[in-house]
């Protein structure tokens, strides 16, 4: 089993920064891409940024400029970094990882339990 699980959500106000951590553990042998997710209330679950195992990055343009995402292939760790929040960007944030377990042909995906993220005006 394969196991993520999300840290560094809170409360902050709008303008102000957090950072998201996400560790992956368990019979892991490859993690391909990770990415963070988020869901409000009411609405579809969104991408919010994917990075390759390589290190491209992909965000949608709702946060471009204002989020970053990065890893830490040595720790299975993969990072959030929030700047400039707005309210909008309340919900709760899940953490995603594309892994090839130990012994295993192929890959499949995960998910963490979420954090919550809210950002007050």
């Known amino acids: 089993q394969v196991q993520l699980v999300e840290s560094g959500g809170g409360l902050v106000q709008a303008g102000g920064s957090l950072r998201l951590s996400c560790v992956a553990s368990g019979s892991i042998f490859i993690i391909n891409a990770m990415g963070w997710y988020r869901q409000a209330p009411g609405k579809q679950r969104e991408l919010v940024a994917r990075?390759?195992?390589?290190?491209?990055?992909n965000f949608p343009d709702s946060v471009k400029g204002r989020f970053t995402i990065s890893r830490d292939n040595a720790k299975n760790t993969v990072y959030l970094q929030m700047n400039s929040l707005k309210p909008e960007d309340t919900a709760i944030y899940y953490c995603?990882?594309?892994?090839?377990?130990?012994?295993?042909?192929?890959?499949?995906?995960?998910w963490g339990q979420g954090t919550q993220v809210t950002v007050s005006s």
């Open positions: 990075i390759a195992s390589g290190g491209i990055t």
């Open positions: 995603n990882a594309d892994v090839i377990r130990s012994g295993f042909r192929r890959s499949a995906d995960y």
